[in-house]
């Protein structure tokens, strides 16, 4: 992410859509007015920045671009690019269906993504077989804004609906009108140039995990046609969970009537996925000074090793709140020893998420020299809407205490226990850099998502097991058990290594 992009765009405010959030969820931006109201120019110039919407048939602009994601890569920071075409089909009363087609240049197919909104309602499908879902919450919320956002007449749609509810705004000077609006998703701004033509959106957020982000759209340059406005190009960025996403696209065509039928909602719908509501820690003692943080509704397990004075944390979840439970959990049920160390397998979310809650302690972080530097671009994220505990004690953050790997390996050990990490690198086929940790004394191999799953009733070793047993058998190391972080719901924490192995030896076969 682009800090000094992201810190310039921090004054501005927001528009909000409401999209199936709860009042109890809103968020107050500093500064932000709690009062509303537009005068009637207000009302009549956002009318004019975007059009109207028919409602007796449809509207559909095509975007086509290039699309970088940020996500579950080797290295962190790595960008996997795609061609992109985006399908827009809108129409009163905030009707809106988009088919977005994505390919990279070595793809044989074009996979195809439709989002329908249908008022506060928003369906997806991940694929032309798949099935609709219906998406809640903050997942509506990531899904629904790059669809209306695209259509200024939908977006001042949306404003004006609104309009007696939070929503200020007007001209700020002889140049620029500005619309902002708080609400679930953060605090939003929408700007006007001096014909009303629409600038920008941004939403001001604080992530979990990155801190402040600013989910933005930038119009460049607007064509009027049939009194509507339309982006002969535009720029987004997203940062939907665990990932973050940049779009560069231009405007390819423009259809001004299309049938309502295009925008008509599937015969079968399925509701969301219950999401696991269970907030506890789950503190498992192994015995011999070890002891299992689980965490439910983040599917992610860290371990804790004891030392004579001091402990060490293995994982830190997905962000900072579950980092933190971790931590409480660690001090209510297990020890109040300092957390010397804490650790992390490979840079990925799910593992590296929670981390400031630890640093916030100041522990020492035990990692691959080569993501040291991710490591101090953690300690000095931005925090600004909700400071977390580190954010109080280091506002500018820190430089953290690093204690990199030498080739390949590190040790902590005293009288109490034992821990070696181990980065077996490409053998994980996943990050360039992944460490398991080998706890000798106890013959425990804990490892992040390498090892196994449940299909049904059924374990199977993952494909990626296979390079990790040939990992231990380079160092000659044979566990009893084999300890996995992830998943945790509806799987196994551990497997005896003899079972493990007989897995992995079933899929070389196949």
Known sequence: ??????????????????????????????????????????????????????????????????????????VPHAILRYHSV?????????????????????????????????????????????????????????????????????????????????????PVSEVESRYEWDDAL??????????DDPISLAIVRDDPRLGTVSQSFHYFSITTRDGDAWPDSLYSEGYPKGLIWHLHEWRTALEDTVPLAQLALPDSIMPSPPQVT????????????????????????SLVAEFGNHL????????????????????????????RYVAFGHHHPDYIGGLRAFLAD??????????????????????????????????????????TLVDGRWKDADATNEVDAIDIGALSHHTLHYIVFWLPRQKLLFEGDLGFFSV??????????????????????VPMTVLQGWPVNDNPAGLPY?????????????
């Open 86 to 170: 985006r399908r827009i089909v809108a129409a009163s009363p905030l009707r809106a269906r988009l088919d977005w087609t994505t390919w990279r240049d070595d793809d044989t197919t074009h996979w195809v993504e439709t989002t329908i909104l249908d008022g506060d309602r928003v369906l997806q499908r991940e694929g032309p077989k798949a099935p609709f879902v219906e998406l809640r919450g903050q997942d509506a919320l990531d899904t629904a804004v790059p669809v209306w956002s695209a259509v200024p007449a939908f977006t001042c749609a949306r404003m004006l609906a609104r309009a007696d509810d939070h929503l200020q705004g007007g």
């Open 498 to 510: 003899p079972k493990f192995r007989q897995l992995v030896a079933q899929r070389e076969q196949h």
């Open 456 to 477: 049904g009733k059924t374990i199977v070793a993952a494909s990626r097991a296979v390079g990790l047993v040939q990992a231990l058998e380079q160092d000659k190391i």
């Open 186 to 195: 953060g605090h939003a701004t929408y700007r006007l140039g001096p014909l």
């Open 278 to 301: 269970d907030t506890s820690a789950r503190v498992v003692s192994l015995g011999h000074h070890l002891w299992t943080v689980e965490l439910r509704d983040a599917d992610t397990r």
């Open 312 to 339: 060490m944390v293995m994982e830190t979840s997905s962000d900072v709140a579950h980092g933190e439970r971790i931590r409480r959990a660690i001090r209510d049920s297990i020890s109040t020893k300092p957390i």
């Open 362 to 403: 100041s522990a020492t972080v035990v990692c691959a020299a080569a993501n040291a530097a991710y490591v101090r671009e953690i300690a000095h994220q931005y925090f600004h809407l909700t400071r977390d505990r580190f954010a109080v004690r280091w506002p500018g953050g820190m430089d953290v205490p690093i204690d």
């Open 1 to 74: 992410m682009r800090r000094a992009r992201l810190l310039a765009t921090l004054a501005a405010a927001l528009l909000v859509v409401r999209l199936a959030a709860t009042p109890e969820a809103s968020v107050q931006a500093p500064g932000a007015p709690s009062a509303s109201g537009l005068t009637e120019m207000s009302k009549t110039r956002l009318l004019r920045a975007g059009g109207a919407l028919p409602d007796d048939h449809a509207v559909a602009v095509t975007y086509e671009g290039l699309l970088e994601v940020e996500s579950h890569l080797e």
